[in-house]
């Protein structure tokens, strides 16, 4: 069933409805090509760094005004065609009240680890518990306050895959090779379903809160599902993705013209059309495979990506070779978003960045021959 958007969301009093990254997400082509970075809002600015000065990572996630100020930082500084929202992953769990902290150099971290079919079911019924009433209120007030800024820049809201959260919360923190979630996943299956059931409903409430506060586009953003065979993400992960996924495709402008979605993976070259078909309406490329060959494995859906992160660090003129090379196999795709193969390094250079968004745009939006 679907949900009309409110009146005076972007795609329907029509700030955002014909801006080029939204047009590239329904898979149409303008006269420049969007451009936008994972990652863009944050590590890399020196603005960033000085506002978030003594203020830990989830901490600044959940004021509003801070959030939303980080949000806008990398729009004024390089004039990307999209906001991301600046949120982590884990926001939606520490606000249902799960302990965890964004540890510095390490990542997200979790008190209490869950490894069994006891723990799984404590930690769904916590989730189930917590996900009503104001729970992402600080989150609809940071994107209110975010749209109300960028005008005709569409917002991207964010979420985190089930399986990259999952991973976490088995493992207790990052891990190379998630060899505790894997168990889980084959010696417990009903209460692997279950874990990743229950933190699909909450990326998905955590997608709608950001949705009907005036996100234009999605992303969901799956780390760690490189790390899995093409049996295993069908069997395992699929279908805990396709709930925020779906729930997202929800909602619509009176019109009838729905949110559109992209789904992201690090090293999941082998799982694109895996990954298309549990949902999202642009493939996230990573830049491990050439954007030619994921448009031959997937016909007719939108491509984004997927410059080489470490080509941000080479001459200007070998950059703008490498993305010459990404425009040319991204005409391949129906519609191409820019972007890079990963997140932006905190070592990158924000003036690399903005020129690269410059020399972006000059490039004709229907492709290089």
């Given at each position: 069933?679907?949900?009309?958007?409110?009146?005076?969301?972007?795609?329907?009093?029509?700030?955002?409805?014909?801006?080029?990254?939204?047009?590239?997400?329904?898979?149409?082509?303008?006269?420049?090509?969007?451009?936008?970075?994972?990652?863009?809002?944050?590590?890399?600015?020196?603005?960033?760094?000085?506002?978030?000065?003594g203020v830990p990572m989830?901490?600044?996630?959940?004021?509003?005004?801070?959030?939303?100020?980080?949000?806008?930082?990398?729009?004024?500084?390089?004039?990307?065609?999209?906001?991301?929202?600046?949120?982590?992953?884990?926001?939606?769990?520490?606000?249902?009240?799960?302990?965890?902290?964004?540890?510095?150099?390490?990542?997200?971290?979790?008190?209490?680890?869950?490894?069994?079919?006891?723990?799984?079911?404590?930690?769904?019924?916590?989730?189930?518990?917590?996900?009503?009433?104001?729970?992402?209120?600080?989150?609809?007030?940071?994107?209110?306050?975010?749209?109300?800024?960028?005008?005709?820049?569409?917002?991207?809201?964010?979420?985190?895959?089930?399986?990259?959260?999952?991973?976490?919360?088995v493992e207790g923190g990052?891990?190379?090779?998630?060899?505790?979630?894997?168990?889980?996943?084959?010696?417990?299956?009903?209460?692997?379903?279950?874990?990743?059931?229950?933190?699909?409903?909450?990326?998905?409430?955590?997608?709608?809160?950001?949705?009907?506060?005036?996100?234009?586009?999605?992303?969901?953003?799956?780390?760690?599902?490189?790390?899995?065979?093409?049996?295993?993400?069908?069997?395992?992960?699929?279908?805990?993705?396709?709930?925020?996924?779906?729930?997202?495709?929800?909602?619509?402008?009176?019109?009838?013209?729905?949110?559109?979605?992209?789904?992201?993976?690090?090293?999941?070259?082998?799982?694109?059309?895996?990954?298309?078909?549990?949902?999202?309406?642009?493939?996230?490329?990573?830049?491990?495979?050439?954007?030619?060959?994921?448009?031959?494995?997937?016909?007719?859906?939108?491509?984004?990506g997927n410059i080489d992160?470490?080509?941000?660090?080479?001459?200007?003129?070998?950059?703008?070779?490498?993305?010459?090379?990404?425009?040319?196999?991204?005409?391949?795709?129906?519609?191409?978003?820019?972007?890079?193969?990963?997140?932006?390094?905190?070592?990158?250079?924000?003036?690399?960045?903005?020129?690269?968004?410059?020399?972006?745009?000059?490039?004709?939006?229907?492709?290089?021959?």
């Amino acid at each position: 069933m679907s949900t009309i958007l409110p009146s005076d969301h972007p795609l329907v009093d029509g700030r955002t409805a014909a801006a080029p990254l939204v047009r590239a997400s329904r898979g149409e082509r303008s006269a420049a090509l969007p451009v936008w970075f994972m990652r863009q809002a944050g590590r890399s600015l020196p603005e960033y760094l000085e506002v978030r000065e003594g203020v830990p990572m989830l901490e600044a996630c959940l004021r509003p005004a801070l959030a939303s100020e980080i949000t806008l930082q990398p729009v004024r500084r390089h004039g990307v065609d999209a906001a991301v929202f600046f949120s982590d992953i884990v926001v939606p769990l520490r606000l249902a009240g799960i302990d965890v902290e964004i540890v510095p150099g390490r990542g997200p971290v979790f008190a209490d680890p869950v490894r069994d079919a006891r723990g799984v079911r404590e930690f769904a019924a916590r989730l189930r518990g917590e996900s009503g009433g104001d729970l992402f209120a600080p989150i609809a007030e940071a994107v209110r306050l975010t749209v109300a800024e960028l005008g005709a820049t569409p917002l991207i809201g964010f979420a985190g895959a089930p399986f990259t959260l999952a991973a976490y919360i088995v493992e207790g923190g990052p891990s190379k090779d998630h060899l505790r979630a894997r168990s889980l996943m084959r010696a417990e299956p009903e209460a692997w379903h279950e874990l990743t059931t229950a933190i699909g409903e909450i990326s998905a409430a955590f997608l709608e809160t950001q949705i009907l506060a005036g996100a234009s586009v999605v992303q969901l953003f799956d780390s760690w599902a490189g790390s899995l065979s093409r049996e295993t993400y069908r069997s395992s992960v699929s279908a805990s993705s396709a709930i925020p996924l779906g729930r997202a495709a929800t909602f619509e402008t009176p019109g009838g013209e729905r949110v559109r979605s992209i789904h992201f993976g690090v090293g999941t070259g082998e799982l694109l059309a895996d990954m298309h078909a549990a949902g999202g309406d642009v493939q996230g490329v990573d830049d491990r495979i050439p954007l030619d060959e994921a448009a031959r494995r997937l016909p007719g859906v939108p491509l984004q990506g997927n410059i080489d992160v470490a080509a941000l660090f080479a001459p200007e003129e070998v950059l703008r070779e490498h993305v010459r090379d990404v425009v040319r196999r991204g005409a391949a795709a129906p519609a191409h978003i820019v972007n890079l193969g990963h997140g932006v390094p905190p070592e990158a250079d924000p003036a690399v960045l903005t020129r690269l968004v410059e020399f972006v745009h000059t490039l004709p939006g229907e492709g290089l021959a």
